[in-house]
């Protein structure tokens, strides 16, 4: 097959997959996280530390997975779960011990749950003290300098967004975000563990609702303050505010419709509201909910919406939200590390004919790309959207 | 006594603590008041499988449970003494993974079907496995990962099960959000499952079996 003249920059093409049209082609975006600083050559250290090196080692590392419509600028090093700069990194989930390994000894930076919030009113009376000094985590906060904790708070972040800045005008690459978000059903998870969520959803759901309400303020502020920072408006991508539910899992469409929706929905508005676009990265099999999530881009201008989904299944997702939302994903991660890159190219294949017709579709992973997925099966994405995914021939 | 297993099946926790302690006042069985809230509990199971319910209820379902057995277990040890369980189950997240949910949903169904369960917690490594089993010697291993490398990690501790000679007379499933597109056969793994309820039937099956 002779290769089609592609028309469009990458940013052009993205936003008119946003915009529910068809594009030259299908857009492709695979959620390549730590992937990059792996192939990259640099550690765990440096991914976190050190921005010049990480944006370099992702220029690399593009070039071994074949590209992408847009490149993601691992936002999580820099805020997470609402906590300080770097201290949700240092207190909550970082296991230390990989930092100068990759691939890593231990774990990656995962989310260890703790239930450090035992009391709602506390936490709500006393602002987000309880939790970013609960002695409960493993912090290191209080062993750092004052000047180090006030560096990551304060310039680190311009440093960070100085280097995503200089990625876009070399590559000429979109951002996938310039700040991230969680769902506050998503932070209690973590704060308060699954376990006792779980009790408290069932035995007091009015002040599960509460605290959800008083949570989405910090998340909503931090992440739209951080896309500032990154460029929003100037650095193209960095104007999306990444909008992640985790979990909790299992959620039926009663738990959905009452606990997670009308925060979902308030936190979308007021993103949009305020001029950014919102991608929804919404892991677990969201399949029973799609009826409720129609309303998603309900009273908002067309082409501010993407909804990235793990488990959910495309193709009624395409049949239920298509003619509103822009769908992206979900090659699963497990054919990336142990599947061939003809089951890959039969997956895309299958995701492109059942969500690309009218536009409206990114083909990308579920979640993000392992990182020791085969180099040649991420490619294999890319390579099917150019195969499979022209618009115009 | 239905009233117990209907409250467990409607997720009511006051109605099943207000049946529990209702029956026990008229001096009921304790073990009949617990098979009845196990009734319940299969039942929740039952509707988790129709779509019905889903993760979150079957994990209320299992704390409402083990809230009952606060209140019944006394009574049983008074009458009958120390009970003995159905089988036994090693289990644990392998080694680089540290997701600790979906394990923990499966051992606390085990244990209100009246199972021994032997959680080893996450991040645990081959040999932490290997010395459980040698020393609780279950007849089944369950396994846990949420992680793409977790997989390949569970491969490597059946190798060192085997090379511990303590392979042959145990079952091994594994259980995961990433587990649904491999084929078990391949990693030396006898069944992997993203269902709970799946999983936990048939560990009932295979230590019927082993009985």
């Known amino acids: ?393 | 006594m239905a009233e117990i297993a209907e409250a467990m099946a409607s997720l009511d926790k006051d109605a099943l603590l207000s049946a529990v302690r209702k029956g026990l006042a008229a001096n009921a069985d304790p073990m009949s008041l617990v098979e009845e809230a196990r009734e319940g509990l299969e039942r929740v199971g039952s509707e988790f499988e129709k779509g019905k319910y889903f993760l979150m209820e079957l994990m209320w379902a299992s704390q409402m449970f083990k809230d009952a057995m606060v209140i019944i277990a006394p009574k049983i040890k008074e009458r009958y003494g120390v009970t003995a369980s159905k089988g036994r189950v090693v289990m644990g997240t392998v080694k680089g993974d540290i997701h600790d949910l979906g394990k923990s949903i499966v051992r606390d169904l085990l244990e209100c079907s009246g199972y021994e369960v032997s959680d080893l917690g996450v991040d645990v490594p081959p040999a932490a496995f290997v010395d459980r089993i040698r020393q609780v010697k279950p007849q089944v291993l369950g396994m846990s990962a949420l992680l793409t490398a977790a997989v390949s990690q569970a491969s490597l501790t059946i190798e060192e099960i085997r090379k511990a000679g303590l392979r042959d007379d145990l079952k091994i499933i594994m259980g995961g959000g990433v587990v649904g597109e491999i084929k078990a056969s391949d990693f030396g793994l006898d069944y992997a499952t993203v269902n709970a309820r799946e999983g936990i039937r048939l560990i009932e099956k295979w230590i019927a079996e082993a009985r």
């Not at chain 1, 100068?100 to 989310?111: A, I, M, Q, R, T």
């Not at chain 1, 876009?168 to 979109?174: A, L, N, R």
Request: aromatic fraction near 12%; hydrophobic fraction near 35%; glycine fraction near 8%.
């Open chain 1, 1 to 393: 097959m002779s290769p089609v003249k592609e028309t469009m920059s990458c940013y052009e093409r993205l936003e008119v997959a946003w915009n529910l049209k068809e594009a030259d082609r299908v857009p492709v975006a695979p959620v390549n996280c730590y992937i990059f600083p792996y192939l990259g050559g640099i550690n765990m250290r440096e991914m976190f530390l050190e921005p010049e090196k990480l944006v370099r080692a992702t220029i690399k590392a593009r070039e071994l997975l074949g590209g992408g419509d847009n490149v993601d600028p691992n936002i999580t090093t820099l805020n997470h779960l609402s906590m300080l700069g770097r201290a949700g990194w240092d207190q909550a989930t970082l296991d230390w011990r990989i930092w100068d390994d990759f691939p890593p000894k231990g774990n990656l930076p995962s989310l260890y749950e703790k239930p450090i919030i035992e009391d709602y009113d506390d936490v709500m009376r006393r602002g987000f003290a309880p939790i970013l000094y609960n002695l409960k985590l493993e912090n290191n906060i209080h062993t750092r300098s004052a000047d180090d904790f006030l560096f990551y708070e304060f310039d680190y972040p311009k440093v960070y967004a100085a280097a995503w800045r200089g990625f876009w005008e070399d590559q000429q690459v979109p951002l996938l975000m310039g700040g991230r978000a969680c769902h506050p059903l998503d932070m209690l998870q973590y704060y308060r563990g699954i376990s006792n969520l779980t009790r408290d959803i069932f035995e007091r759901p009015e002040k599960v609702i509460e605290m959800c309400e008083w949570l989405m303020e910090y998340e909503s502020t931090l992440a739209m303050r951080d896309a500032m920072v990154m460029g929003a408006g100037e650095v193209p991508g960095t104007e999306v505010i990444f909008f992640i539910n985790g979990g909790p899992p299992g959620m039926s469409p009663r738990i959905f419709d009452r606990f997670f929706w009308p925060i979902a929905k308030k936190m979308i508005d007021t993103f949009v509201k305020r001029g950014f676009k919102v991608h929804c990265h919404w892991d677990n099999d969201l399949t029973p909910n799609l009826n409720t999530m129609k309303d998603m881009a309900k009273g908002l201008p067309k082409g501010k919406i993407l909804l990235d989904l793990e488990k959910t299944d495309m193709k009624k997702a395409k049949e239920m939200l298509g003619d509103s939302i822009c769908l992206f994903g979900n090659v699963p991660s497990t054919i990336l590390c142990y599947g061939t890159p003809n089951e890959v190219d039969k997956y895309c294949k299958k995701l492109i004919d059942d969500c690309a017709p009218g536009g409206g579709y990114v083909l990308s992973t579920e979640c993000e790309t392992p990182w020791d997925s085969k180099p040649e099966n991420v490619r294999a994405i890319v390579e099917a959207a150019e195969k499979y995914g022209q618009y115009r021939r």
